[in-house]
Antibody, heavy 118, light 111 residues
Framework: EVQLVESGGGLVQPGGSLRLSCAAS????????MSWVRQAPGKGLEWLAN????????YYVDSVKGRFTISRDNAYNSLYLQMNSLRAEDTAVYYC???????????WGQGTLVTVSS | QSALTQPASVSGSPGQSITISCTGT?????????VSWYQQHPGKAPKLMIY???NRPSGVSDRFSGSKSGNTASLTISGLQAEDEADYYC???????????FGGGTKLTVL
């Protein structure tokens, strides 16, 4: 059974940093692109970033370029999102998702809440 | 404002059929057959219901079907059941640097 479990969310002050983790199991992690998607409270979904199987290619939405970094460690079946210079508008539930083919997220974690507030 | 346009809400009675539309542009919905639909119950993660316009993942009921015409994709749910009440989001691959765009979501109420 495919499982994705996020962790690392919490309350952080504006301008602060946070690192999210996603532990994957139930599939061969190293053979899939992976993604982060977020959802602000009461709002819709927003794609944030993708990373290739070997980490050699990374893509970001413009709103987080230069502030967020996606990475992975295939030895530990783990996906990460380093978030710097956080803003109030980054407050959201952050999901890791497995990317299957073109822009098709076939499995999602349960999400981790990030709150940016003073 | 979301890149893809969905109605904010739709409703139907048990046993009826409903259709949710998702309108984009030739740079996303109209240009590629990479439209997906997700179901999200309150407090839960999204679940993939339809991919590549009309394909159902294993385990998804055949009451769910997808289609596309021009720049508009549609999700149809037939034989509505109480457990179908949820938010539904469409998404599409896009040729822009955004890679994938989502709709704003549609709240389905089963009366």
């Amino acid at each position: 059974e495919v499982q994705l479990v996020e962790s690392g969310g919490g309350l952080v002050q504006p301008g602060g940093s946070l690192r999210l983790s996603c532990a994957a199991s139930g599939f061969t992690f190293s053979t899939y692109w992976m993604s982060w998607v977020r959802q602000a409270p009461g709002k819709g979904l927003e794609w944030l970033a993708n990373i290739k199987q070997d980490g050699s290619e990374k893509y970001y939405v413009d709103s987080v370029k230069g502030r967020f970094t996606i990475s992975r460690d295939n030895a530990y079946n783990s996906l990460y999102l380093q978030m710097n210079s956080l803003r109030a508008e980054d407050t959201a539930v952050y999901y890791c998702a497995r990317l299957s083919d073109y822009a098709n997220f076939d499995y999602w974690g349960q999400g981790t809440l990030v709150t940016v507030s003073s | 404002q979301s890149a893809l346009t969905q109605p904010a809400s739709v409703s139907g009675s048990p046993g009826q059929s409903i259709t949710i539309s998702c309108t984009g542009t030739s740079s996303d919905v109209g240009g590629y057959n990479y439209v997906s639909w997700y179901q999200q119950h309150p407090g839960k993660a999204p679940k993939l219901m339809i991919y590549e316009v009309s394909n159902r993942p294993s385990g998804v009921s055949d009451r769910f079907s997808g289609s596309k015409s021009g720049n508009t994709a549609s999700l149809t749910i037939s034989g509505l059941q109480a457990e179908d009440e949820a938010d539904y989001y469409c998404s599409s691959y896009t040729s822009s640097s955004t890679y994938v765009v989502f709709g704003g979501g549609t709240k389905l109420t089963v009366l």
